[in-house]
């Protein structure tokens, strides 16, 4: 009698079904930088933010992308490592 499913699939079913389901360590890594290598530049951006606050208007935009710029330059060359 033929089995109803290939028996690659079944293996390869079984295989999949034993492993962990992969998890992107960037998000990690980039909280990591934020509080080590950016810890200054996040500084100034809740800096911004505070005042901003206070004064019920403005911008901290540029505070904003030069924390994003640190930390995408501390973090892609790490992850970089990883997936090789």
Do not use: N, W
């Not at 499913?5 to 980039?30: F, H, N, Q, T, Y």
């Not at 509080?35 to 904003?64: F, M, N, W």
Request: hydrophobic share 25%; with cysteine.
């Amino acid at each position: 009698e033929k089995p109803s499913v290939p028996i690659g699939r079944r293996s390869l079913s079984k295989k999949m079904a034993e492993e962990e389901d992969p998890v992107c360590k960037l998000p990690g890594l980039k909280e990591e930088c934020k509080t080590t290598q950016c810890a200054a530049t996040l500084s100034h951006y809740q800096e911004c933010v505070e005042r901003i606050t206070a004064k019920g208007g403005g911008d901290c935009e540029p505070y904003y992308f030069d924390l994003l710029k640190c930390v995408d330059k501390c973090a892609i060359p790490q992850i970089g490592k990883i997936l090789k």
